[in-house]
């Protein structure tokens, strides 16, 4: 199966997220052990991500983004990144001759 997703498309988006996140976790006033648990990873490894020492895996980025957009402050400050949310429901749809899936 090829790959359905552009890899650069991928590391522009995991590295736009990745600026925001110190200001997206302040915003909702949680740790970084907290968010770590949220998203099944160790509090050193998303320390990592956050300060840019490690790049955040696919699953990783979506996990955040689910995380993120959930919430009601977080995803108004995602809006102000022009394009993002629309640039990552672009990237999330994928279309078959056998099925369709869509995200809003």
Known sequence: MENIVNKSEKEELIQTLTGALPVLRAAIGISQGEIAEYIGVSRQ????????????????????????????????????????????????????????????
Do not use: D, H
């Not at 979506?62 to 919430?71: H, K, P, R």
């Not at 949310?85 to 279309?95: G, M, P, S």
């Open 45 to 104: 490894t998303y320390c990592a991500f956050e300060i840019g020492k490690r790049q955040m895996s696919w699953n990783t980025f979506l996990s955040l983004f689910l995380f993120f957009i959930s919430n009601a402050e977080t995803n108004n400050l995602l809006k102000t990144k022009k394009g993002f949310i629309t640039q990552v429901y672009k990237v999330l749809q994928y279309k078959s001759e056998q099925n369709s899936v869509q995200y809003p």
